[in-house]
């Protein structure tokens, strides 16, 4: 057997049971993989079947708001994949009839919508011969075939999409490209591949030269930046004061107000920014937590300190809630509440 051929029978005898591989529904393979896209495969079960219990179909998301996506998406970060999937289905309910778009050069025109991910649908759904390129892949043919080209360069892609177009099974598109993900996740992983339990490891280049563990080649990673966020929570009659956020990462997501600089600042200029910003006469605060919460995301590492405000302050205007719940909020906002609003 080949190496797709191989690939599939073992995929048969050892794919892995999701809960979107029971259909071929383009909707639910699509939220599937924009979930997937930035969260793994046993994190994203959970989120996958809270979503679809909200949204069980196109129309149903198409017809729903921006605030109660988000509330469902809470949790799985990269917020703007929920933005997109909103934007997109409500395109497909108004220009398409409801109809989701059946072939790679459709769907790639999707918002949000990559490469892998019109090719992962097309293939899945429709039975488009496609090949994927996620991490996975990327992992398996730089071990394959040797390939030192560094899988984290954009120049390093056409060299990758090349092996895996030939590589590609000549029917049962969709099976095969789930197979090799499989494959990748369970016996080829990042660290302590399974080689031993490999059924390609005659056709792998590294494995014959035992150089399995210098691939994949990445170059060095950028340099990662901090900021430093300072919350203050104010209360009135028991309530908390909250903000919606305009613009960045978590765009239309709600916070405690905050304070944004590339340094930790002094308790007096923290109390100086929020006397100004609020056109406060006197403000006394302390902390809820001594020590900096980090929270990291790919690019950003956020060092965060939550304050809180002494006494009854009653600003105009402004949303008080002590029912958090009916609020999308970041993790780092949920961890903070569920904490320490509850023991304050």
């Known amino acids: 057997m080949n190496f797709s051929e191989l690939i599939l029978d ?8 999701l809960p979107w591989r029971s259909s071929k529904n383009p909707y639910k393979i699509w939220v599937s993989e924009i979930i997937l896209q930035q969260t793994r495969v ?17 129309k149903s998301l198409a017809q729903s708001n921006e605030k109660e996506v988000l509330l469902k998406w809470q949790g799985l970060g990269y917020y703007s994949r929920a933005r997109n999937l909103l ?4 395109y497909i309910y108004k220009n398409l009839n409801l109809k989701f778009p059946c072939s790679y050069d459709k769907i790639i ?15 899945i759904c429709f039975n488009e011969k496609k090949a994927v390129l996620d991490g996975n892949v990327f992992r398996i043919l730089s071990r394959i075939f040797e390939i030192d080209s560094p899988i984290n360069l954009s120049s390093s892609r056409k060299i990758f999409k090349q092996k895996a177009d030939f590589l590609i099974a000549e029917k049962r598109y969709g099976d095969y490209n789930q197979a090799i993900m499989d494959f990748g996740s369970l016996i080829c992983k990042p660290k302590n591949p399974l080689c031993s339990a490999c059924v390609v490891s005659k056709l792998c280049k590294s494995f014959k030269n035992d150089t399995v563990t210098k ?18 929570v104010f209360e009135n009659n028991n309530k908390k004061m909250i903000v919606k956020i305009n613009h960045g990462i978590w765009k239309n997501l709600f916070q405690f107000p905050s304070y944004t600089s ?8 923290i109390i100086q920014f929020f006397l100004n910003k609020y056109k406060l006469r006197e403000l006394n605060i302390s902390l809820y937590n001594d020590k900096f919460i980090e ?15 002494e006494g009854n302050i009653n600003l ?25 609003i509850k023991i304050h």
């Not at 691939?215 to 203050?232: A, C, D, G, H, Q």
């Open 10 to 17: 073992w995929y048969d005898k050892n794919k892995r049971v």
């Open 42 to 58: 046993a994190q994203g079960i959970s989120y996958y079947n809270r979503f679809i219990n909200s949204f069980p179909d196109l």
């Open 87 to 90: 934007h997109s289905a409500k």
């Open 109 to 123: 025109k999707l918002k949000g919508v990559g490469d892998y991910t019109a090719s992962a649908i097309s293939s």
């Open 215 to 232: 691939f994949p080649v990445k170059t060095s990673k950028n340099r990662i930046k901090t900021i430093y966020y300072e919350y203050i």
């Open 262 to 269: 590339e340094k930790k600042q002094s308790k007096n200029k």
């Open 295 to 309: 929270h990291k995301l790919s690019h950003l590492k956020i060092k965060s300190r939550f304050w809180k405000a």
């Open 316 to 340: 105009e205007g402004q949303i008080f809630t002590d029912i958090f719940k009916d609020y999308p909020m970041s993790k780092l906002m949920h961890n903070f509440i569920e904490k320490y």
